[in-house]
């Protein structure tokens, strides 16, 4: 199936989703995200900030904050994407597409530099490969990062498919979580 009918299945599933569905579902996705050496071994994790019924990720920062993890959200100024640590979740503002985004005077982040990326998708495939919006920001910035142990994908159950047709320049997941499993590509 192509990337479009793929995308345009899976964000409408997503939609028709209850919010009780969606918190449900995200709480056991952290909670098994948190039970991961990923998660306990790492110091520093980046994360999104959920929109349109993505898998919530509150309880991920609220818990990393906690045990003095640095924890950066990313902010998109242009075609880029920068990520910008935050102390604080609240001070999250709406930015590009309305999504919360750390605000200008956050301290920027090489992505690089992170334990672990806690990456959004629209679906991914038992490979690990992923398909977003489109507009290719993460691919862009976290290509350089595949196969490091540090990319971990997050998503409904339904939104693991058995194979997603690749292109040269899209990043492949090093760990994807479900609500339902946990998929080690």
Not at 6 to 27: D, N
Not at 51 to 57: A, F, G, K, L, R
């Amino acid at each position: 199936m192509p990337k479009r009918s793929i995308r345009r299945s899976m964000l409408a599933q997503r939609k028709s989703l209850s919010p009780e569905e969606v918190g449900s579902a995200s709480l056991r996705i952290q909670n098994t995200f948190l039970e991961t050496d990923n998660y306990r071994c790492a110091r520093s994790i980046l994360v999104y900030s959920p929109t349109h019924h993505e898998v919530d990720t509150g309880l991920i920062v609220r818990c990393a904050l906690n045990s003095g993890k640095k924890v950066s959200f990313p902010r998109v100024v242009g075609d880029e994407m920068f990520f910008c640590s935050v102390q604080d979740p609240s001070s999250l503002k709406k930015g590009a597409f309305g999504i919360l985004e750390p605000c200008a005077s956050g301290e920027v982040f090489a992505p690089e530099e992170a334990d672990v990326l806690v990456v959004p998708g629209v679906a991914f495939d038992l490979n690990g490969h992923r398909i977003g919006y489109g507009k290719g920001y993460y691919d862009k910035t976290l290509h350089r990062l595949e196969g490091h142990g540090k990319l971990v994908g997050l998503c409904y159950d339904f939104q693991l498919v058995d194979e997603i047709l690749n292109e040269s320049h899209d990043v492949k997941m090093d760990l994807i979580v479900t609500e339902k499993r946990i998929v080690y590509p």
